[in-house]
């Protein structure tokens, strides 16, 4: 048997977004619904509206805070789900159904690591839906209207876009590490992962301040990303290595043989 097949690869992804379809369904609308919320409790919570005197300004600022806000609960989505990936194959009925597909463990992970990219998706465009409702409230009560989406992609400089993509790369290798989380611990991945990854994390980041204290900014900043996406692509692989490994038998807490 091939190690990749097409054909083969196709017929896994179809069974996954069957299986899985509710909780996808779910995961999207829970995010258009904490997105709605933020809009809601701004709008609710806080300067009394009697005391709004310029209007423009006031949705200005809640659309500012909600723009920060979504990227902060997207961010958090993003790990939580990649460390709820494999939560139904935690069960020996599960697992064992995944286990026995006639596909290669590649075409598997890489069906999944999909599935995980549609539910990534999902949750990133209901912000756009988010925002078109509360735009279309605004205009419905005669407010002035502005998108929250402008504050979602901040207008920065160019400087400032280099540190952005940096702390992107972080996320991705946060993201690939709670993906790797979730396919070691059987029982609460996402609080264990993040534990464990708060002590990794800080021990990188002191690592950072007293090896890197003197390089200039642009060059930190080139450096960092590369190493993060270094250590994106080792988590990713350590992640599938153990995924090779799956056992139907395992410890109560972790997937090892």
């Known amino acids: 048997m091939k190690n990749f097949d097409l054909q083969r690869f196709g017929s896994v992804l179809r069974f996954d977004f069957a299986q899985n379809r509710q909780q996808l369904l779910w995961c999207v609308i829970g995010m258009l619904m904490g997105y709605l919320f933020f809009f809601w409790f701004a709008h609710n919570f806080g300067m009394r509206v009697d005391k709004v005197t310029d209007w423009e300004l006031h949705i200005k600022h809640i659309c500012e805070g909600v723009g920060i806000f979504g990227?902060?609960?997207?961010?958090?989505?993003?790990?939580?789900?990649?460390?709820?990936?494999?939560?139904?194959?935690?069960?020996?009925?599960?697992r064992t159904a995944w286990l026995m597909l006639p596909a290669t463990n590649l075409e598997k992970f890489l069906s999944r690591w999909v599935f995980m990219l549609a539910v990534s998706l999902g949750g990133f465009l209901m912000f756009f839906v988010a925002d078109a409702i509360h735009m279309a409230w605004l205009w419905m009560t005669d407010k002035p209207v502005f998108a929250a989406t402008t504050y979602f992609f901040p207008q920065t400089t160019n400087v400032?876009?280099?540190?952005?993509?940096?702390?992107?790369?972080?996320?991705?290798?946060?993201q690939a590490f709670f993906l790797l989380?979730?396919?070691?611990?059987?029982?609460?991945?996402?609080?264990?992962?993040?534990?464990?990854?708060?002590?990794?994390?800080?021990?990188?980041?002191?690592?950072?301040?007293?090896?890197?204290?003197?390089?200039?900014?642009?060059?930190?900043?080139?450096m960092q990303s590369v190493f993060f996406v270094a250590l994106t692509c080792v988590f990713t692989v350590l992640a599938y290595r153990l995924f090779c490994r799956w056992q139907l038998a395992t410890r109560n807490f972790v997937n090892l043989p």
């Open 71 to 94: 990227v902060v609960c997207f961010y958090i989505y993003m790990l939580a789900a990649a460390s709820t990936l494999y939560w139904r194959e935690q069960k020996k009925a599960k």
């Open 160 to 174: 400032a876009w280099l540190r952005l993509f940096s702390v992107n790369c972080i996320f991705l290798a946060g």
């Open 181 to 222: 989380g979730g396919i070691l611990f059987r029982k609460f991945q996402p609080i264990v992962t993040a534990l464990v990854g708060i002590v990794l994390f800080l021990g990188l980041d002191s690592f950072r301040v007293h090896i890197m204290p003197d390089i200039p900014y642009t060059w930190y900043h080139v």
